[in-house]
Nanobody
């Protein structure tokens, strides 16, 4: 069993920055990728970024490439998403998720464990 807790959300003006964090606890021995997804009102959940649990293989949605950076700390139990040059269209609830085994890094359906989400609001 794995529990994920997100933090770092808030309200920021367009052009500003936020850093999200996701802390994992429990049995992560079979983890493969940890990903970030977001869901805006009236929209479906979409992939944002992911990083492999064991090696520094990273993935980004085209909409955030060059603005967001995903990283993992040395303990391999916390993942960060640095979000720069934020735009109003980045406004959403951001969820972290963890695969329990091999899966498509960009597919929400491949992730078994999910956090409760953290709200990011970008104002103009």
């Amino acid at each position: 069993q794995v529990q994920l807790v997100e933090s770092g959300g808030g309200v920021v003006q367009a052009g500003g920055s936020l850093r999200l964090s996701c802390a994992a606890s429990g049995s992560t021995a079979t983890s493969f990728n940890m990903g970030w997804f977001r869901q805006a009102p009236g929209k479906e959940r979409e992939f944002v970024s992911a990083i492999n649990w064991w090696i520094d293989e990273t993935y980004y949605a085209d909409s955030v490439k060059g603005r967001f950076t995903i990283s993992r700390d040395n303990a391999k139990n916390t993942v960060h998403l640095q979000m720069n040059s934020l735009r109003t269209e980045d406004t959403a609830v951001y969820y972290c998720a963890l695969q329990s085994g091999i899966g498509d890094s960009r597919s929400a359906g491949s992730y078994r464990y999910w956090g409760q989400g953290t709200q990011v609001t970008v104002s103009s």
